[in-house]
């Protein structure tokens, strides 16, 4: 049986206007598969990558990475889910925005009962990313209670969670934003410390507070803007995580730039490596809800828009950079 439903999508790569709602036939889910009808979606700053073609998809594209719903149909051998129950998700293929779809049920995970679909939708990308650079993209020798680690962007939606994580670590994260009322936010939700990076030199800053020590690791989703000064912030044998590239691609590397600034290490994570298997989606999620329904973290959703229609006004603020916190298209 197959059903009309909506989604986004978009023919060309293009502005937010090349996203047009469209209807398209969801059927019944296959072997592993199972079809869930969205109530939430999430929104993230990959989806504009995906739309713009600065990560290019096959045309046409559906769009989005992060909803959440109720189960409706589920495939065999799927065990973990059942028809009826309220999930979440963060997962590859995109196609999040619409109504209802078909997918793999790996990625897919039962919401706990102390948490609504908005937050579901507002947390699966943005805290599974947090989780796996706090707790599975570390410095050699780890990171203890007491360390300093540098975080950009800490106002955005990823930020905000890691600046509260970091807070339970016993971590003292400096944040960076391009903002005193974006600084004021993370200092609120748990940083250290705050940089301003339009008024501070954020590298000199940071060698500052640390004594002149830098930091054991950067986490940086901004890319060409702060990349430089990301490297000059590190203590010897310090790790630049490149998580993201929202002012821009990375330009190459001269490995003898990492030498001379400490035997640095840099790496280039994804989150769906982390999210390959089952096994670790449903052990990074579990974490994740730990810390979420104990407290530590709370999901902070600062914007929210109504119906489908309404992600063409979402993707030009992600990309006004006037957002702050989560974002979800409610259905």
Not at 200 to 207: G, L, N, T
Not at 230 to 253: E, K, Q, R
Request: include cysteine; hydrophobic fraction near 45%.
């Amino acid at each position: 049986m197959t059903r009309r439903e909506q989604a986004i999508q978009i023919a060309q790569p293009g502005a937010a206007e090349a996203m047009q709602v469209v209807e398209v036939q969801v059927g019944e889910p296959g072997p592993g598969e199972i079809r869930i009808r969205h109530k939430a979606l999430g929104l993230n700053y990959i989806d504009v990558y995906h739309r713009s073609g600065a990560y290019p998809l096959p045309l046409p594209a559906s769009l989005g990475m992060e909803a959440s719903g109720v189960i409706e149909a589920v495939g065999e051998g799927v065990t973990h889910l059942k028809v009826g129950d309220r999930a979440a998700y963060a997962s590859q293929p995109p196609g999040a925005y619409c109504t209802a779809r078909v997918m793999p049920a790996r990625c897919v995970v039962r919401l706990p009962d102390g948490i609504d679909f908005d937050t579901g939708a507002a947390m699966m990308l943005k805290g599974l990313t947090a989780q796996y650079l706090l707790r599975r993209t570390l410095p050699q020798g780890g990171l203890a209670a007491g360390d300093f680690v540098l975080f950009h962007a800490a106002a955005g939606g990823v930020g905000l969670i890691a600046c509260q994580w970091a807070k339970a670590l016993g971590l003292r994260l400096i944040a960076t934003a391009g903002s005193d009322d974006k600084c004021a936010l993370a200092l609120a939700h748990g940083a250290a410390l705050a940089i301003n990076y339009r008024r501070e030199d954020f590298a000199a800053r940071v060698r500052e507070i640390t004594g002149g020590a830098g930091v054991k690791v950067v986490y940086d989703s901004v890319g060409l803007d702060t990349w430089e000064g990301s490297l000059n912030c590190l203590s010897p044998f310090g790790l630049m995580v490149s998580y993201g590239n929202a002012s821009g691609f990375v330009p190459p590397l001269s490995l003898g730039t990492l030498a001379a600034k400490g035997s640095l290490y840099v790496t280039r994570p994804t989150l769906f490596t982390h999210l390959a298997t089952r096994e670790s989606t449903q052990a990074m999620a579990d974490e994740l809800f730990g810390v979420v329904v104990g407290g530590q973290v709370k999901i902070v959703i600062e914007q929210r828009y109504q119906g489908l229609g309404a992600v063409v006004q979402a993707h030009r603020d992600l990309e006004a950079r006037t957002t702050t916190g989560s974002g979800v298209v409610l259905l």
